[in-house]
């Protein structure tokens, strides 16, 4: 019978994380569970940097970006020695189970301290990247989307003053969820992503005719690109570089970097996180291990946690194929 829980997030911030920490703590307090929070993800369980959370501790954090318990990588985590040490100070607290908010990487590290510990564990995908196998959406995503859809529209209104063309590189650099979704939705005339097939300095012919079409079409006018981090050799700001050369015309590079990681959850994160959260306390004391709780088709749902990194989950494929088709016209 579980009596006490552990709870931490990890790796990169995600807007909505303090939502599911939350209800992690309220939906324990119903079962009269108790919950130790972790501070700077698993590093707390090296450093004994942990608290008691009550139900008092987590009033008024919904709205609140970033995670009220830290977030950090852990190195200590890589090795053998380490996920042993873990899993002595979780069996030291007498933890029965823990609860990793985080993404894929998050949830190797709980892979391996599941090694040898002898309680329950489980996930809540909480990374704006979208990245995570077993859920429709990853908590954080939605605002990422939203605080990056922002900055694509007021960089639109310099455009448009200028009549300039201009890259804005999102994060992304193994999945094109938010550079596709945020580019469509701010009405780039270009997309760059993983998805699309690597870009070089040899082969930027196919980037560079759509922008000569548009411009005998429309005359000079503003332009957007939206481009994934890691996308070009060099970076986006090389990329601005060599399109300017090869078009005559002044490109700038505009990256946004962990600006997306940051502000108050949207509506639909706090909702994703507080539902995520919620179920995965409901599943723990149902004997849940080493398992996700995600969301597919609005039912919640456990996934494996061993296969939440296979990478098997794809963008949208007719949002792809469209994209890609206005951009050849």
């Known amino acids: 019978m579980i009596k006490r829980v552990g709870v931490l997030t990890s790796g990169g911030d995600a807007p909505g994380m303090n939502a599911a920490i939350r209800a992690v703590v309220l939906t324990a307090a119903a079962y009269n569970v108790d919950v130790t929070g972790f501070h700077h993800g698993f590093n707390g369980l090296f450093e004994d940097d942990y608290q008691t959370l009550l139900p008092q501790h987590v009033q008024n954090i919904i709205q609140h970006g970033g995670t009220i318990l830290k977030s950090a990588r852990c190195k200590a985590l890589q090795t053998t020695e380490g996920a042993k040490q873990a899993a002595q100070v979780l069996d030291r607290l007498q933890l029965d189970a ?18 040898y510990y002898q309680g329950q564990i489980i996930g809540v995908p909480g ?124 490109c700038r590079a505009c ?34 291990h080493l398992v996700m709780a995600g969301e597919i088709n609005q039912q919640a749902v456990l996934y494996p946690l061993s296969e939440t990194g296979a990478k098997q989950k794809q963008i949208d494929p007719y949002l792809v194929r469209w994209q890609q088709t206005i951009a050849s016209d």
């Open 98 to 115: 823990l609860i990793i908010i985080g993404g894929d990487g998050s949830f190797r590290g709980a892979l391996a301290i599941a090694e």
């Open 127 to 250: 990374t704006i990247d979208n990245d995570v196998d077993g859920t429709d959406y990853t908590i954080g995503f939605a605002t990422a989307i939203d605080t990056a859809l922002d900055a694509i529209d007021k960089i639109r209104d310099t455009a448009d003053a200028f009549e300039r063309i201009f890259l804005v590189e999102l994060m992304g650099r193994h999945s094109g969820y938010i550079t596709l979704s945020a580019g469509i939705a701010g009405g780039a005339e270009q997309i760059i992503c993983p998805e699309f097939g690597a870009l070089r300095p040899d082969n930027l012919k196919a980037l560079i005719e759509p922008v000569k079409r548009a411009q005998l079409l429309r005359g000079k006018s503003s332009y957007i690109i939206v481009v994934a981090e890691n996308s070009y050799p060099g970076g986006t700001t090389a990329l601005a570089e060599a399109l300017s050369e090869a078009l005559g015309i002044e």
């Open 255 to 288: 990256i946004l970097g962990h600006i997306q990681r940051g502000g108050s959850p949207v509506g639909a994160d706090r909702i994703l996180a507080t539902k995520l959260g919620a179920y995965a306390v409901e599943q723990l004391m149902q004997g849940a």
